[in-house]
């Protein structure tokens, strides 16, 4: 995961509260503010970037959720109360979250996969074959006897995709990568389809 920070160790971490449901408050809080680095709702967690610099800081679900805020969106500034824990930083409260500052997907960076790909057509129809969320990639066809096209889930973020499965339709800009076909662009394929009248 790049923050020494394992799946089964969030959910180990995040039990801040009592058995009856009542929150205590840990000694040494630290408020600090910062913007979201990334946040994924299906994982259930996510990290923000300090304003003072350090060590991302571990943003869970049901801390958000608990504080009223369904979800954050990548560049978000967030306020918020963190403790210390055995990993690093964890938020204990959100405080306030300012959502003007969200990254709209075209304003992100290029996917963080090392590889740029310069799409070689427009759009076109895909079926996902198969993707691991674990190992952040999978793969897309554009039918039988065609070339399977490498997808990786920075650039499904990047175009504000969290999540795709089995069998799901997509609409994808590829080109030729180092091992073969590799999607550059992707968009949804509900959202291309124009409106009824």
């Known amino acids: 995961m790049g923050n020494g920070i394992s799946e089964q160790s969030i959910h180990d971490i995040t039990d801040n509260g009592a058995a009856d449901g009542a929150i205590e ?7 600090l503010a910062g913007r979201v680095k990334w946040f994924d709702v299906t994982k259930g967690f996510g990290f923000i970037v300090p304003d003072g610099g350090g060590a991302d800081v571990l943003l ?10 369904q979800s954050v969106q990548e560049g978000m500034r967030i306020v918020c109360e963190a403790q ?20 709209h997907a075209a304003e992100q960076p290029l996917a963080r996969t090392n590889v740029q790909v310069v ?3 427009g759009y ?8 691991n969320r674990l190992r ?15 997808i990786h889930m920075e650039t499904l973020r990047r175009y504000g995709i969290a999540e795709v499965k089995t069998g799901d339709s997509l609409l994808v800009r590829f080109g030729d990568g180092p091992k073969g076909l590799m999607a550059a662009e992707v968009r949804l394929l509900e959202s291309a389809l124009p409106a009824s009248h």
């Open 60 to 69: 869970h679900v049901t801390v958000l959720r608990r504080d009223g805020f």
């Open 25 to 31: 408050r840990p000694a040494g809080l630290v408020n």
């Open 119 to 121: 799409p070689k057509g």
């Open 84 to 103: 210390r824990r055995e990993k690093g930083l964890q938020v204990f409260k959100v405080l306030s979250v300012d959502e003007s500052t969200a990254v």
């Open 136 to 150: 952040g990639f999978g793969f897309v066809s554009r039918g039988d006897g065609t070339e399977d096209i490498f």
């Open 124 to 131: 076109e129809i895909v079926i996902v074959k198969w993707f």
